[in-house]
């Protein structure tokens, strides 16, 4: 009801809060929301013609890594619906939630981004004072690219197709249509 009151509106494009298409991970960004809920969401904004932009995000310290096949295995079911707009790694910004709480979500070594270093001629405490974005390490080390990169992959061909998808059905006299 919302998405028809938005669209009868003029509304034509939203971003929505779409971060992951999982519920566990959901769960750990804190997000209240579950991969079903979402997915829904994408489905409802395609059926008003309402474009939602949205992102999927990697690489938070405590997420499981299985994850990414059940995400990719959803991502392979709703290519009929818009992909992210973009994927990557979680960043470390300033006055997050994850930032404020860094030690408790399991970023450690926080530290200014590299790029800071070669802009100001400061040292590494005024830099963590000045800069908005933060680099760190993981406590088991994980390489987040690893496990994301079969998700990276297909998005990447979803992408490439998904206007060539099918996007609209017509019925007339009990036949369908498929445009």
């Keep these: 009801r919302e998405l028809r009151t938005l669209r009868e509106s003029g509304v034509g494009y939203i971003q929505v809060g779409i971060e992951s298409l ?6 750990l960004m804190g997000k209240g929301t579950t991969a ?36 990719l295995e959803i991502m392979k079911r709703i290519i009929h619906l818009r992909p992210p707009d973009a994927i990557g ?6 006055f997050s939630p994850n930032y404020n709480q ?32 933060f680099e760190f390490d993981y406590p088991d080390h994980r390489r987040h690219d690893d496990y994301a990169d079969a998700v990276n992959r297909f ?17 007339s006299r009990g036949a369908a249509r498929i445009l």
């Design 22 to 27: 999982s519920t566990p991970i959901l769960k």
């Design 102 to 133: 860094a030690a408790q979500h399991g970023f450690l070594n926080v530290r200014p981004s590299r790029p800071y270093r070669h802009v100001y001629p400061f040292d590494a405490a005024a830099l963590s004072r000045l800069c908005y974005f």
């Design 89 to 94: 790694a979680i960043r470390l910004d300033r």
């Design 155 to 171: 998005w990447h061909e979803w992408l490439g197709q998904w206007h060539n998808t099918v996007t609209h059905a017509r019925t």
């Design 36 to 71: 079903l809920q979402n997915v829904a969401l994408l489905k409802w904004c395609h059926s008003q013609g309402t474009a939602a932009s949205w992102n999927l995000l990697y690489g938070l310290p405590k997420e499981d890594p299985a994850q990414y096949a059940a995400i």
